[in-house]
């Protein structure tokens, strides 16, 4: 396993955008898929968005067309352009790697985590 490294989160107002980034230090970038998850208190953990290294991206319902996915391969980074944040996307997010060339929404198909990042959108 490789522990992933979040940066990015913090408190903004409804409405406000947010871009939220991860390192994979020491993974090979080719055939990993990165994927974002959060969870907000007392629920369960969500998926959000996720990427293969050939750009196959799906999002999570609640995101769509509001946030978006990007990597860098070169940098071995991913990225989460959140924009138009609502106070229910409130959570710690959570990247997540896997080498694998299949882009998945399952957390429990991803090895490798971050510690996670809070992100609080106040109304």
């Known amino acids: 396993q490789v522990h992933l490294v979040e940066s990015g989160g913090g408190l903004v107002q409804a409405g406000d955008s947010l871009t939220l980034s991860c390192a994979a230090p020491g993974r090979t970038f080719s055939h990993y898929i990165m994927g974002w998850f959060r969870q907000a208190p007392g629920k369960e953990r969500e998926f959000v968005a996720a990427i293969s290294w050939s750009d196959v991206i799906y999002y999570g319902d609640d995101v769509k067309g509001r946030f978006t996915i990007s990597r860098d391969n070169t940098k071995t980074m991913v990225y989460l352009q959140m924009n138009s944040l609502k106070p229910e996307d409130t959570a710690v997010y959570y990247c997540?790697?896997?080498?694998?060339?299949?882009?998945?929404?399952?957390?429990?198909?991803?090895?490798?985590w971050g510690q996670g990042t809070q992100v609080t959108v106040s109304s």
């Open positions: 997540a790697g896997d080498q694998s060339w299949i882009t998945s929404r399952y957390d429990y198909e991803y090895d490798d």
